[in-house]
Structures are given as structure tokens and as C-alpha cells.
């Protein structure tokens, strides 16, 4: 291998090294469904502090349980593992993925394909942009309104 | 005399999360000076419901018998 | 006022139109929502004296400022109109999430007039609505309608509903949500029904705007954390209403065999430990904080319940301890759209007229598989239920067995016997939907307490009207029963919250002695006067056996003077009426 090979083979390995060991002390959102009583407190204050208004429709998670047909309880888990499946397939670039997913709004263009391939289904496109949790700046509001401590972010 | 002490609710807390004791207590010891004995003092609680003896409510002035069981409730309400 | 959405959806099932309109926001600032609002509304649009099940009857729900925003315990919706089973006011608070979803669809609330010339449902949502034909979900269950309707339309939307009880008109139907969520009394689900209304479907994607929401958020987090989140409330996460049991056991104020006495020596076959041997999960109201829902799965019964009440009458009081049959029953009267606690209390008065020979109903006390049975003929008007459905009032007028019919104004006792909590005997006289026990809860403050005592009419008057208060404000934010330990400041801080308008303790206090008025004085209206305050005679001859209320009745001396002691707290003549001055206030 030349020496511009061996450097270019050092940093990616490097590179890869460290955003493993950011990824494995990385913290993320954590859901407990047995504590969980489906009171959607979480998507209410999440969509209070982003948009304003507390407006669900507009969160940027979605935990919800209902029953089945009345027979059983089932729930609906929609909210960031940070796994970056998005930030992966994201055709603009307007997806950036450090501790948290950030969405640069310009460069947005609506096309969906991260709404498509997110494996909770938690991500929405609204009025053409890509809402996608960004955990508060680290400090999840969802995290801290869970009454019976069913979210945690660690 | 020896007496069982439960609690319920939120009177939990002030055995630790047990939910029962068993004390001494002095012959013709009244419900409140037992819960005092064991560090319940009730009139500073803002939420304390009420005293049972053996199953049976009471009066908090009313009095103990060797070998009964005291429980102790926090107030609930709704419906 | 922030809060609110400023804007009310008035349907005409006779016309099938829809129109909205701006809230009333005078009456919202004397009133603020809910229960206080919807009274208000039907005190001024009602004529008096209306037949509750014709088309000009008028079924309300209400939401209050607080819906849909982060409050805890903030998510019941007010189902209100002239009851059929009283003729008094009648409003209900119902649990699920189609309070918050009404909310958001951008409506501070839904009145329906009319009727619909045929059985059909109506679908909202936003600003779409739509009459749609219910053909195939009339006579169904309320669960099975209810399971139709999400296969059609998803899950994320609420049905409201009622089962085949509403549509036979039966006055003791209640209105269903979520499955297992009811409104539950004063037979609600039969105004439903007379207007041939299955359901409503009801989805919303709008938003609940307070002032300075950034900061409201967090403040409002931390008093979820210090105070609805508090041990004295978070029993109802633990165990739900089920906690009640044994209070009430030891408390000397469960009812036995149709309130002939009280305390049950087999309570712990059906207490809260064995039934929550089969929980599956937890369940609470949107914008709840702590999940009183216990979903169960027993076999192939499965309920979310059963409630103190419906432990209480489909147990001790029916003469049965057996777990399986009071869990099956609650989730057959679920389903058929009964109220647990009228359909009850009617078929355990069946049970003691048959047992005491006065006229053979065909059921005896333990009878289970009959009183499950009955409570189907009860729901569809068939056999022995068409006669049952009459409920325990008109039943005692037409057979006997007045003295231990247990009910007020023709809606049924609740399941806390009176002659161990005599303020309770007032509470339910004077409560302005019948019988109830959701107005003033009486043995919190006599029973559960450790120095007052039960066994007297001494300062019951003020008593019930302080708890009568309390409620009445608190339901018209609306918050739920469970958050016990929220006082008059604190729903002070969380109006202004919310609202952007300065409310103090004093200002909720009096919204609550407010409705408690207009409620009165829609029944005064309607003809009611002291003498309809009333109490079974069983209380006042015959003494408790057992517990500690054993030998305890209410001479009947007593119960007026309770009854003139909180008429005088209020401001009413000894008639119970409201006089000119107080009735210009409203």
C-alpha cells in the first residue's frame, strides 16, 4: 500500500473506533412498555416545546396504547433509537447525526425517504419538512413529563 | 402488650416501604400513643385517614388489647 | 382566555347540518368548562319540563381549558343533558381520549339536538363532518360497534358509544369509550339512543395554544412531579379503585346483600390482590398521570375494571364472592352499555323482593349466572328485563319494597352504605343528579378520618357542601377525582396557566358553589324541592348488624337537620330553593 493508502486506511479505522465508543456511551431514549399508561403526555409536551401549541399530530414521537378489539392492550412505540438510518439515507445531506439527529431546514427537500425507512415509523413530513426528534438539546421533555417513568434517556 | 402495626397507602413511608411492625406497647395503650411509639405521630400528617383495630374502625383515642392488630390508613378519595 | 378553542360544533341530527359558533366566553369566566359549563348551556337552552328522551332534549360534551394541554389527569370529557332516569340535570364525566381528540379536532365542545330519522353515526374530523349510516352496528355491543368502527377508521381515532341498553332506551344506559370507559349514570346512553345515535368518531390534528407555553411546560412538570405524583395519589396507579376495598371493608361502609348490612368476612376472595393476580397492563386517560385503568384477563373475561362500585355491588352487596363472576359482569354491562351501579342495584333489590317472598323476580342473592343473564334481558328490554329496566323506583312504586329500593330522584345508591357514614345519607339526598357519590364523597372526610365522627349529623351541612364544592370546580376544569391531593390553589395556578387570566383560590371556590347553584336551580325548574331530597327507609328502621357501625341507623330527625343545615350553607329556604336574589346571580 502507498503511504497516502496506509493514512487514508488509519484515519477511517480511527474514525470508525470513535464514533463506536460515542455510540456505545451515547445516550438514547429508552421505552419500558409495563410502566407505559398510554397518557401521551410525552408527544403533547414534545410538540408544546417545538411547535408552540400542544399539537400531537406535530410530535416527534408517538407512544400510544389501545386496545385490540377490546381483548387485549397493544402499544404503539414510535420514538428515536438514534440508529441513523435516516441520517444514512437522507439524499440532500440536510440529516446530521452526532448525539442527536438535526435537520437542516433549507436543505430539506420533503422527499420522504427517511419517514420511509425509519424502523419505529416516528418520523413525519410535514408541510414538505422532515420532523425528527433531537432530543431536546440532551435533555429530553418527554423523558421528564413520563409519569410513571416509562421513557428514560440514558 | 405486643401489638401488629399496618399500614396502608401512603403511611407506607414511614415504616420504609414495610408494610408492618410488630411493637411493645404499655397496657391500655390508646390507637395514638401507639402510633406514636412507633414513630407515626399523626396529627402532623396531612393526609392520615383513619385506625382500624382488628379489622374494625375506630377513634383514634380508643384503646389497644394484647395481641391486636392496628392498621392505619391514608386518606383516598374518588369513587 | 387562552385555553379554550373559542368555538363550539352544533349538530342537527333532524336537519343533519353542522355549524360552529363562538363559546360563550362570559359564561365560560362564571363557569369555566365541563361540568360547570355544560349545566349552563342546557340551563339556558333547555325549556323546562321536556321529556328527556324527545329530540328536544340536547346531549352536550364538554371540554374544559385544561384538555389537551400537559396537566395531569386533565383528559375527561362532561357528557351532559336532562337525565331519563330522573328528570333532573344530569352530567357525567367520562374517562379515554375522546376529550382530547374533540379538542384538538378544534372544538371547545359538541352539542347534538335533534334526532336522526334513522340509526346512523356521526364522523368528525377537524372540519369535516359527516353523517354516516350505523345499519350495520345498530343492536350490536358497544365493544364489537366500537371494534367495527377502528377497523374502518384506525386507531387513531376515539369512538363514543352506545350499546344495545341506549338504543332500547333503557334509563339505565350509560355512554361508552374506549371500551371500557363510561359515562356512566342518569342513563345518558338512552338520550343517545333517542336521538338513533350509535357513535361518534372523532379525530383531531389541531393544537391547544396557552400563554408562554415554554415556561407553563416546565412549571407544570414540576407540579406533576410534587404533587400529582405524590404517594397520597399513586395508589391509584398500584391498585386502582380496588384500594378501596378494604378501607371500606374495615370502614364499616360496604354494603352487604342490597345494604341490609355491612362488612363482608370473604372480602379477601374478590379484593384487590386476587383480581390483580390477572392484570395484563395499565391503562390511564390522555393526559393522565396515573393510570387507575387495571386491564384484566381472567379465562376468556377480560375487562378493564372492575371498579370499586362494580366490585362492591356484583359482590357483597349481590351476595356473591366469587372474583370470575363480578369481573364478568362488569364486562358484560360494559358492553351491553349498562351502568354497573344501577343495573346492579336493581337486580340486588330483585334479589331481596324474591327472597322475601313480596314478588318472585326469579333470582336470589349469588345467583351470578342469573345476574349476568339479567343484565342482557335488562339491556335488549327482554323477559323479566323489560320490567327490570323500570329501575328500583318505578319497580318499588309498582310492587313494594319501597323502604329498600336504594335510590334518590330514580338514580340508584352508590355502593357506601349510610348509616356508617351519615353525611354520606345527605350527600346523596341532595346531589343534582339523583344518587351519587361523585359530589360530595362524604367518607373521605367522616369515614377514612381519624377524629370525626360518622355517627352524627353534627356539622354535615357544611361538611358535604365543602366537599360538594370542591368537586364541582374541580370537575369543571376539568380534573379527575384521582390527582385527591389538588386543592383550591393549586387549580388557581393551573387556570392561570392555562389561561392567561388571573384566578385565585377564592375565584375557584366560588365557580364551585357557582354550579352547585345553577344545577339546583335547573332542577328547581324542572319541580324539585326538599321533599324529593330523600333517603330509603331502610336507613332510618332498620340498624346495622355488623361492623363498626353495628347498631347504627339515621332517625330521620337527623337527616332533616342535615338537609336544613346544608340549605342553609347555601343560601336556600328551608324548601331547598333558591331565592330570586341568588338565582339573578347565575
New interface residues.
Given amino acids: 500500500m502507498s503511504d497516502a493508502n496506509v493514512v487514508f486506511t488509519l484515519f477511517f479505522v480511527l474514525r470508525q473506533e470513535h464514533l463506536e465508543r460515542m455510540n456505545g456511551t451515547m445516550k438514547r431514549l429508552k421505552f419500558s412498555k409495563e410502566k407505559c399508561i398510554g397518557c401521551q403526555l410525552c408527544a403533547q409536551v414534545c410538540s408544546a416545546i417545538h411547535e408552540g401549541m400542544y399539537i400531537p399530530s406535530k410530535a416527534r414521537i408517538g407512544i400510544e396504547t389501545y386496545y385490540d378489539r377490546g381483548g387485549s392492550l397493544k402499544y404503539k412505540d414510535s420514538y428515536c433509537t438514534l440508529c441513523g438510518i435516516c441520517f444514512k439515507n437522507c439524499p440532500t445531506g440536510a440529516i446530521s447525526k452526532d448525539d442527536r439527529i438535526k435537520v437542516d431546514y433549507e436543505a430539506c427537500t420533503g422527499c420522504g425517504v427517511c419517514a420511509d425507512k425509519c424502523p419505529k415509523k416516528v418520523i413525519k413530513i410535514i408541510e414538505g419538512k422532515a420532523y425528527i426528534c433531537d432530543t431536546c438539546d440532551g435533555d429530553p421533555m418527554c423523558v421528564k413529563v413520563c409519569p410513571q417513568g416509562a421513557l428514560r434517556f440514558e | 402488650m405486643v401489638i401488629t402495626i399496618k399500614l396502608r397507602g401512603s403511611l407506607i413511608k414511614y415504616f420504609n416501604g414495610q408494610r408492618e411492625k410488630t411493637i411493645e406497647v404499655p397496657l391500655d395503650c390508646s390507637a395514638e400513643e401507639a402510633l406514636k411509639l412507633a414513630g407515626i405521630d399523626w396529627p402532623k400528617i396531612e393526609n392520615f385517614g383513619f385506625v382500624a383495630i382488628n379489622g374494625k374502625r375506630v377513634m383514634i383515642y380508643d384503646k389497644l388489647q394484647d395481641g391486636d392488630e392496628l392498621k392505619a390508613y391514608s386518606k383516598i378519595s374518588g369513587g | 382566555m387562552l385555553g379554550y378553542q373559542n368555538n363550539i360544533l352544533r349538530i342537527n341530527l333532524t336537519k343533519k347540518e353542522a355549524k360552529t359558533e363562538p363559546l360563550r366566553m362570559d359564561w365560560a369566566e362564571k363557569y369555566i368548562g365541563s361540568k360547570g359549563l355544560s349545566i349552563k348551556y342546557l340551563y339556558e337552552e333547555l325549556k323546562p319540563g321536556i321529556d328527556p328522551l324527545s329530540p328536544e332534549n340536547k346531549l352536550i360534551f364538554m371540554t374544559g381549558p385544561l384538555t389537551?394541554?400537559?396537566v395531569?389527569c386533565s383528559?375527561k370529557l362532561a357528557i351532559a343533558g336532562k337525565s331519563p332516569a330522573t328528570g333532573t340535570i344530569c352530567d357525567c364525566s367520562i374517562g379515554g381520549?375522546s376529550a382530547?381528540k374533540i379538542k384538538?379536532a378544534g372544538y371547545d365542545a359538541v352539542i347534538l339536538e335533534g334526532k336522526l330519522d334513522k340509526p346512523g353515526y356521526l364522523f368528525i374530523e377537524n372540519d369535516k363532518i359527516t353523517f354516516e349510516d350505523a345499519a350495520e352496528l345498530w343492536g350490536k355491543g358497544s365493544?364489537e360497534a366500537?371494534?367495527m368502527l377502528?377497523d374502518k377508521y384506525g386507531?387513531d381515532y376515539s369512538v363514543i358509544s352506545i350499546g344495545p341498553a341506549g338504543e332500547t332506551l333503557c334509563t339505565m344506559a350509560c355512554i361508552n369509550s374506549?371500551?371500557?370507559r363510561q359515562a356512566g349514570r342518569g342513563g345518558m346512553g338512552a338520550v343517545m339512543g333517542s336521538k338513533n345515535l350509535k357513535a361518534v368518531v372523532v379525530n383531531g390534528?389541531?393544537?391547544?395554544?396557552?400563554p408562554n407555553?415554554?415556561e407553563a411546560?416546565k412549571r407544570i412538570?414540576e407540579i406533576?412531579k410534587e404533587d400529582?405524583?405524590?404517594?397520597?395519589n399513586?395508589?391509584?396507579?398500584d391498585g386502582g379503585?380496588t384500594?378501596?376495598l378494604?378501607?371500606c371493608?374495615?370502614?364499616?361502609i360496604l354494603p352487604k346483600l342490597n345494604f341490609s348490612d355491612t362488612t363482608d368476612e370473604d372480602w379477601t376472595k374478590y379484593n384487590g390482590e386476587v383480581l390483580l393476580e390477572s392484570l395484563?397492563?395499565?391503562?390511564?386517560?390522555?393526559?393522565?398521570?396515573?393510570?387507575c385503568?387495571n386491564?384484566l384477563?381472567m379465562g376468556d373475561v377480560?375487562c378493564?375494571g372492575p371498579?370499586?362500585?362494580s366490585i362492591s355491588v356484583a359482590g357483597p352487596n349481590a351476595g356473591n364472592s366469587d372474583p370470575v363472576a363480578i369481573v364478568k359482569a362488569n364486562q358484560v354491562a360494559d358492553d351491553m352499555g349498562l351502568d354497573t351501579i344501577s343495573a346492579g342495584d336493581t337486580i340486588i333489590w330483585a334479589m331481596e323482593m324474591t327472597e322475601k317472598g313480596i314478588r318472585d323476580f326469579g333470582v336470589r342473592f349469588g345467583e351470578m349466572d342469573k345476574y349476568i343473564e339479567y343484565l342482557k334481558l335488562i339491556a335488549r328490554k327482554e323477559g323479566i328485563g323489560a320490567e327490570l329496566a323500570l329501575g328500583v323506583k318505578k319497580l318499588s312504586e309498582k310492587y313494594g319494597g319501597e323502604d329498600f329500593a336504594m335510590q334518590v330522584k330514580g338514580l340508584e345508591y352508590?355502593q357506601?352504605e349510610p348509616r356508617g357514614s351519615w353525611g354520606m345519607s345527605l350527600a346523596y339526598a341532595v346531589s343534582d343528579r339523583g344518587a351519587c357519590?361523585?359530589r360530595a364523597?362524604a367518607p373521605?372526610e367522616e369515614?377514612?378520618?381519624?377524629?370525626i365522627?360518622p355517627y352524627t349529623p353534627e356539622g354535615k351541612g357544611e361538611m358535604v357542601f365543602n366537599l360538594a364544592q370542591w368537586n364541582a370546580v374541580k370537575f369543571s376544569l376539568c380534573i379527575c377525582?384521582?390527582w385527591?391531593?389538588l386543592n383550591m390553589e393549586l387549580m388557581a395556578e393551573l387556570m392561570t396557566l392555562a389561561t392567561g387570566k388571573e384566578w385565585t383560590a377564592a375565584d375557584m371556590a366560588e365557580v364551585g358553589t357557582r354550579v352547585i347553584n345553577i344545577a339546583r336551580a335547573f332542577n328547581q325548574r324542572e319541580g324539585f324541592t326538599a321533599k324529593d331530597d330523600t333517603a330509603p327507609k331502610r336507613l332510618f328502621n332498620e340498624a346495622l348488624k355488623n361492623?363498626?357501625g353495628a347498631g347504627q341507623k339515621i332517625p330521620e330527625e337527623a337527616f332533616e337537620d342535615m338537609k336544613q343545615q346544608y340549605y342553609k350553607v347555601l343560601g336556600w329556604d328551608e324548601n331547598g330553593m333558591l331565592p330570586e336574589s341568588l338565582l339573578a346571580t347565575l
Avoid: W
Fill in positions: 389537551g394541554t400537559s395531569p383528559g381520549h382530547l384538538y365493544h366500537e371494534a377502528i386507531h374506549d371500551y371500557y390534528t389541531g393544537g391547544v395554544k396557552i407555553i415554554k411546560v412538570a406533576e400529582t405524583l405524590q404517594e397520597d399513586t395508589f391509584v396507579y379503585t384500594a378501596f378494604e378501607a371493608q374495615d370502614g364499616g395484563e397492563g395499565k391503562r390511564g386517560c390522555g393526559s393522565c398521570g396515573l393510570g385503568g386491564f384477563k377480560v378493564e371498579e370499586y362500585e352508590p357506601y357519590h361523585m364523597y373521605n369515614v377514612f378520618a381519624a377524629s365522627p377525582d384521582f385527591g391531593t361492623g363498626p
